[in-house]
Antibody, heavy 123, light 108 residues
Framework: EVQLVESGGGLVQPGRSLRLSCAAS????????MHWVRQAPGKGLEWVSG????????GYADSVKGRFTISRDNAKNSLYLQVNSLRGEDTAFYYC????????????????WGQGTQVTVSS | EIVLTQSPDTLSLSPGERATLSCRAS???????LAWYQQKPGQAPRLLIY???SRATGIPDRFTGSGSGTDFTLTISRLEPEDFAVFYC?????????FGQGTKLEIK
């Protein structure tokens, strides 16, 4: 069974940092691109970042560019999101999602999602 | 950035009825790179449709996706009680991958 389990969320003060993790199982992790998607309380879905199978290609939403960094460790079947300089508007549930493809070349639908981890930015 | 606009914002129907949800893109989507997701309260989104009209694994055939270019539709032929949720369309032709604002399908 394909499974994605996020961790690392919590309550953090504005300007601080967190590292989110996503542990993958049930599929060959290094065969697929991966993504982070977030959802603010009571709001819709917002794509945050994506990474290709070998980390050669990454992409970010404008709202997080320069503050967030996506990475992966294929040996550990894990995806990460380093979130720096956090702001109130970053408060959201953060989901890890598996891509249908190995590269970020278009035709990249998200076929499996984790249950998410909550990030709350507040003083 | 491609903007997706879903309509209506809320749809109130009864079990057994037919639901029609719309998604309009601000520019034509190459190769119909559009997906539909269903999200129930407290749950992660679930993939329903990809490439505008292909059903994901395990999705019942009462869910049908159609459309091309800038106009896309998700049709649920006969609503079951478990179908009531929020539905999002997403374009994935390239970064940034954008979602519509969602349509809430509620029981009338």
């Amino acid at each position: 069974e394909v499974q994605l389990v996020e961790s690392g969320g919590g309550l953090v003060q504005p300007g601080r940092s967190l590292r989110l993790s996503c542990a993958a199982s049930g599929f060959t992790f290094d065969d697929y691109a991966m993504h982070w998607v977030r959802q603010a309380p009571g709001k819709g879905l917002e794509w945050v970042s994506g990474i290709s199978w070998n980390s050669n290609h990454v992409g970010y939403a404008d709202s997080v560019k320069g503050r967030f960094t996506i990475s992966r460790d294929n040996a550990k079947n894990s995806l990460y999101l380093q979130v720096n300089s956090l702001r109130g508007e970053d408060t959201a549930f953060y989901y890890c999602a598996k891509d249908s493809q190995w590269e970020l070349h278009g035709d990249n639908w998200f076929d499996t999602w984790g249950q998410g981890t909550q990030v709350t930015v507040s003083s | 950035e491609i903007v997706l606009t879903q309509s209506p914002d809320t749809l109130s129907l009864s079990p057994g009825e037919r639901a029609t949800l719309s998604c309009r893109a601000s520019q034509s989507l190459s190769s119909s790179y559009l997906a539909w997701y269903q999200q129930k309260p407290g749950q992660a989104p679930r993939l329903l449709i990809y490439r505008a009209s292909s059903r994901a694994t395990g999705i019942p055939d009462r869910f049908t996706g159609s459309g091309s270019g800038t106009d896309f539709t998700l049709t649920i032929s006969r609503l079951e009680p478990e179908d009531f949720a929020v539905f999002y369309c997403q374009q994935y032709g390239g970064s940034p991958y954008t979602f519509g604002q969602g349509t809430k399908l509620e029981i009338k």
